[in-house]
């Protein structure tokens, strides 16, 4: 039997309560500025379900900004205040006793997040590789089995959104969690992951087993939404003309110059991942966590005496893309975007990853022209600028 | 491996000049003290609790059992504060990290090790690894520039290298201040290349220094003849993991931290950012 369910609209809040008594429950919610972010719900009803298809990613709770990974009691001092309102995990092992003890603060709390994007879901995977191959990272992990994602696919995607040239969304066949489909009245729900399955299967009194209509339904819903995406970007094309040299540092250069150093495409990137660690006193020991950081900033690479490897802003943009363009996939089988177009939304400069690759088929980013599809010139602002939600079809943006 | 350190205890400090000091670090749990094993160009990531991590190369060899010995400049924030550090401190260090030289590589073959300054540090322990089975290599040969006499790191140490027969090991300064005695070579690293006279054939070439330093020395060795493929440089790079998540390490592809700090001069040339 495969693994798929339909649960009526109606049931939603009544499941999500069911989901609580085991979990903590994050999903998006509007913030005192009205932007939808992902947080802990307390009110199943103040969950919103007509999102954006960019909605933040879910990356902060498996590498969140600030994580605490070990505090430090001091003898004499005040052993085990709580820095933040974060506990300390009851089972935190001791290692080393002679002078106070040092905790690791793995977390282990048991957490299910809702409504995540398929692209995220897409990412999450390719951050399991990163984290989990090699040395395993112990916070990750940790976080990692305890999180339970539910995915809505995404029916409305945003004018920003191009992972339908990625295979990273809009719709997803496996990786997930639990996927939720909206078919109007009900949702489709697909479970792939083993503890998708049992906490469906869990709850199996809300659910019926699809139909043929059903059926119909999702796939007429699927292929509606793949008609609406607006940008049709491949990143092969950027790829294979790096690999192929056909991108000099002028070009480089002139993204560069447009570059606010501001870091916001690196935090808002589901697959950004780079930390620093840094140590915090505070009566009766010491914590240290990591918080994200950003590869555009200067002192990135700053070492002792002040020597910068990466001082040329140039070196430091081109790096960015050539981690997602070209390391990425070497490594780890890849490309570092899923094509979820937060980076087109929050950066001032517009030279994000969208921007990037069409402008490299161009090969001009601020000259008057770039060459697009068949010959046809257009001006830089025509390729650079955001699309207006009364568009349709391919813009200038399009694969030509 | 882990991202949480063993307290160590800082037993014994030993000054070498105003900015360096030889640090001796004892693990506080038995378990690890006999554990702890690593290969000559591997580092640690210390830890000065409340000021924050480091990644420092180990300066003793790998045979020295019991103890860690970190060789460090006064250099920035970590570094500063262990050297205000008393003895009988407790710190934190994890590791060992990085990929170390190729040592099997190297066993059989003749080999050059060419330091300067601090470069020294890592190499002590590849020097001490090769005193202690020097039977497995054929010739020896060590060149170790400094400023002057007063900068010459591990000076006793490195006089009776010099007075060994089966290493040809010179020192060199670049100039001699009037007041000080100087038995060794005046003049450029890479005069003392030429003087230590290595074959070229069967030669694995260790180097370590800094960055103009490693620029006149790589010239002189391409120029003698030795492959890129023979020569072996230890990169120096921000780090705050140890383990190839952080990202701040990163160098073209490669994490320093995993697949380094030792790189092939041939690996290196095609790692941008470095030269």
Not at chain 1, 160 to 163: G, W
Not at chain 2, 59 to 65: H, R, Y
């Given at each position: 039997m495969r693994n798929e369910w339909i649960l009526d609209k109606n049931h939603l809040s009544y499941w999500l309560r069911q989901l609580r008594k085991e979990r903590e429950l994050v999903g998006p919610l509007l913030n005192g500025g009205k932007d939808i972010v992902f947080r802990t719900v307390e009110?199943?009803?103040?969950?919103?379900?007509?999102?954006?298809?960019?909605?933040?990613?879910?990356?902060e709770f498996l590498l969140p900004q600030y994580e605490p990974m070990l505090r430090l009691d001091i003898p004499g001092g005040e052993p085990g205040?709580?820095?933040?309102?974060?506990?300390?995990?009851?089972?935190a092992c001791v290692k080393g006793s002679r002078a106070g003890r040092v905790y690791d603060l793995a977390e282990r709390r048991r957490r299910i997040v809702f409504g995540v994007r398929p692209c995220d879901v897409s990412a999450v995977r390719l951050l399991d590789r990163f984290f989990l191959e090699?040395?395993?990272d112990p916070y990750y992990e940790q976080r990692r089995m305890n999180t339970l994602m539910v995915t809505i696919a995404c029916n409305n995607p945003d004018p920003?959104?191009?992972?339908i040239g990625l295979g990273?969304?809009?719709?997803?066949?496996?990786?997930?969690?639990i996927q939720l489909t909206d078919l109007g009245n009900r949702y489709f729900v697909q479970a792939a992951s083993a503890e998708g399955v049992r906490t469906v299967k869990a709850t199996s009194f809300l659910f019926r087993r699809p139909g043929k209509a059903d059926h119909d339904d999702q796939y007429e819903v699927i292929l509606s939404a793949k008609a609406r995406f607006r940008k049709r970007i491949s990143l092969e094309s950027p790829r294979g003309m790096i690999l192929a040299g056909r991108i000099k540092d002028d070009f480089w250069q002139r993204v560069a110059a447009r570059?606010?150093?501001?870091g916001g495409c690196v935090y808002e990137c589901p697959l950004c991942t780079c930390f620093t660690v840094t140590d915090r006193r505070y009566h009766g020991g010491i914590e240290r966590a990591r918080l994200w950081d950003t590869?555009?900033?200067?002192?990135?690479?700053?070492?002792?005496?002040?020597?910068?490897?990466?001082?040329?802003r140039m070196l430091r943009t081109k790096r960015w893309y050539y981690h997602k363009l070209i390391h990425y996939p070497e490594v780890?089988?890849?490309?570092?975007?899923?094509?979820?177009?937060r980076c087109t939304l929050t950066c001032p400069g517009k030279i994000d990853m969208a921007a990037i690759a069409t402008a490299m088929k161009g090969?001009?980013?601020?000259?008057?022209t770039a060459v697009v599809g068949k010959g046809r010139q257009v001006g830089i602002g025509e390729v650079m600028r955001r699309p207006k939600p009364e568009e349709t079809g391919a813009g200038p943006e399009g694969e030509g | 491996m882990s991202l949480v350190p063993q307290t160590a205890t800082l037993v014994e400090k030993r000054y070498l000049d105003p900015q360096h000091s030889l640090f001796r670090f004892v693990f506080d749990d038995e378990g690890v003290r006999e554990s702890f094993s690593f290969s000559p160009g591997q580092f640690v990531m210390l830890s000065i609790f409340g000021v924050g991590e480091a990644p420092i190369s180990i300066?003793?060899?790998?045979?020295?059992?019991g103890f860690v010995e970190l060789c460090v400049r006064q250099a920035g924030r970590v570094t500063g504060a262990l050297h205000a550090l008393e003895e009988n401190a407790t710190v934190g260090l994890r590791g060992p990290y990085g990929n170390g030289y190729p040592v099997d590589v190297m066993e059989g073959g003749n080999l050059l090790i060419v330091a300067g300054g601090l470069g020294i540090a890592p190499l002590r322990s590849l020097i001490r690894y090769v005193l202690y089975?020097?039977?497995?290599?054929r010739e020896v040969g060590i060149g170790y520039g400094a400023r002057n006499p007063e900068s010459v790191l591990f000076s006793g140490e490195m006089q009776n290298l010099v007075a060994r027969t089966d290493i040809k090991c010179i020192l060199s300064v670049d100039s001699v201040p009037e007041a000080c005695r100087w038995d060794g070579h005046v003049g450029r690293v890479t005069e003392i290349i030429d003087r230590i006279n290595?074959?070229?054939?069967?030669t694995s070439v260790a180097v370590c220094g800094p960055p103009v330093f490693y620029k006149f020395v790589l010239e002189k060795l391409l120029s003698l003849g030795y492959s890129k493929g023979s020569i072996y440089m230890s990169l120096e790079r921000r780090m705050?993991?140890?383990?190839?998540?952080?990202?701040?390490?990163?160098?073209g592809h490669k994490y320093t931290c995993i697949e380094g700090p030792i790189f092939t001069y041939w690996d290196a040339i095609n790692l941008p950012e470095i030269f």
């Open positions: 009110q199943i009803h103040e969950i919103v379900l007509d999102l954006p298809a960019s909605l933040p990613s879910p990356k205040v709580h820095y933040r309102a974060q506990p300390v995990s009851p089972d090699g040395y395993r920003t959104c191009f992972c990273t969304g809009p719709y997803l066949d496996g990786g997930f969690d570059c606010f150093e501001c590869c555009l900033f200067k002192g990135f690479t700053r070492m002792a005496g002040g020597v910068l490897p990466n001082e040329k780890l089988g890849g490309f570092g975007c899923v094509g979820c177009g090969l001009d980013l601020d000259g008057a | 300066t003793s060899g790998p045979d020295e059992k089975r020097r039977d497995r290599f290595m074959p070229i054939e069967g705050e993991c140890g383990l190839g998540k952080c990202g701040h390490c990163v160098v």
